[in-house]
């Protein structure tokens, strides 16, 4: 490699590390989930937005008659957030190769648009007949396409929205266990994330709202949209 080609593979690396870590952004967005869902299943009608583990066990809730579910809610959202996890594909297949970094925050800026969006409708129409549609369709499809950028990105144990095998690893890893916990600090940091975030999330929504809470998720998406790094 010549010197010119190594100056350019320096810059590019500087610049790929410029802002905060991939974990530290996804855990953050970890947090974030925790609001999102804590808006939607107790503000909308009992419908997960970010959890689409909990939401297909909901859409045979309400298909079986479940009285408190609505197949309705469940199939927008589900729609909606598959729609977002294509366009984040193709959002990857685009752009992936090259920047980390300017993918990631691409992305999130989508994520922190779509949010803010429907922060101004639960704001402005807070009792209208479309709105929960709206605050739906919007949620879903945003954490369907950061979803899929999650999942492309590769970081280990952050899914930022699925704890399932995240708490399978920390027991089966555990001392308790086969003792090769070796990630088990990253894993701990985001269950505790979605559990303050879902608390949270809770807190304002029996006290304040939907608003408010799809607000601080928005501005937290779009800080970290700006700060982002393209390393682990």
């Given at each position: 490699m010549?010197?010119?080609?190594?100056a350019?593979?320096?810059?590019?690396?500087?610049?790929?590390?410029?802002?905060?870590?991939?974990?530290?952004?996804?855990?953050?967005?970890?947090?974030?989930s925790?609001?999102?869902?804590?808006?939607?299943?107790?503000?909308?009608?009992?419908?997960?937005?970010?959890?689409?583990?909990?939401?297909?066990?909901?859409?045979?809730?309400?298909?079986?008659?479940a009285?408190?579910?609505?197949?309705?809610?469940?199939?927008?959202?589900?729609?909606?957030?598959?729609?977002?996890a294509?366009?984040?594909?193709?959002?990857?297949?685009?752009?992936?190769?090259?920047?980390?970094?300017?993918?990631?925050?691409l992305?999130?800026?989508?994520e922190?648009?779509?949010?803010?969006?429907?922060?101004?409708?639960?704001?402005?129409?807070?009792?209208?007949?479309?709105?929960?549609?709206?605050?739906?369709?919007?949620?879903?499809?945003?954490?369907?396409?950061?979803?899929?950028?999650?999942?492309?990105?590769?970081?280990a144990?952050?899914?930022?929205?699925?704890?399932?095998?995240?708490l399978?690893?920390?027991?089966?890893?555990?001392r308790?266990?086969?003792?090769?916990?070796?990630?088990?600090?990253?894993?701990t940091?985001?269950?505790?994330a979605?559990?303050?975030?879902?608390?949270?999330?809770?807190w304002l929504?029996?006290?304040?709202?939907?608003?408010?809470?799809?607000?601080?998720?928005?501005?937290?998406?779009?800080?970290?949209?700006?700060l982002?790094?393209?390393?682990?």
């Amino acid at each position: 490699m010549s010197a010119a080609e190594e100056a350019s593979a320096q810059e590019t690396y500087d610049r790929e590390a410029r802002g905060l870590r991939l974990v530290v952004v996804l855990l953050a967005l970890t947090v974030v989930s925790g609001l999102i869902d804590a808006v939607s299943y107790l503000g909308l009608g009992r419908v997960f937005t970010a959890n689409m583990t909990g939401n297909v066990v909901v859409l045979g809730f309400a298909a079986a008659g479940a009285p408190g579910f609505s197949v309705p809610h469940t199939a927008t959202s589900l729609g909606c957030f598959l729609l977002g996890a294509v366009t984040g594909g193709r959002l990857a297949a685009r752009v992936g190769k090259g920047s980390r970094r300017t993918w990631t925050r691409l992305t999130l800026t989508a994520e922190a648009a779509l949010v803010a969006l429907s922060a101004a409708i639960a704001f402005a129409w807070p009792h209208a007949t479309g709105t929960v549609y709206a605050l739906i369709a919007l949620t879903g499809y945003a954490m369907g396409l950061r979803n899929a950028t999650v999942r492309k990105l590769g970081v280990a144990d952050l899914t930022t929205t699925v704890l399932t095998m995240t708490l399978t690893g920390l027991a089966s890893e555990s001392r308790l266990g086969d003792a090769t916990g070796h990630r088990s600090p990253r894993r701990t940091a985001s269950v505790i994330a979605m559990l303050v975030g879902a608390c949270l999330g809770a807190w304002l929504v029996l006290h304040h709202g939907l608003g408010i809470p799809l607000l601080i998720a928005a501005v937290t998406s779009g800080v970290l949209a700006a700060l982002t790094s393209g390393r682990e």
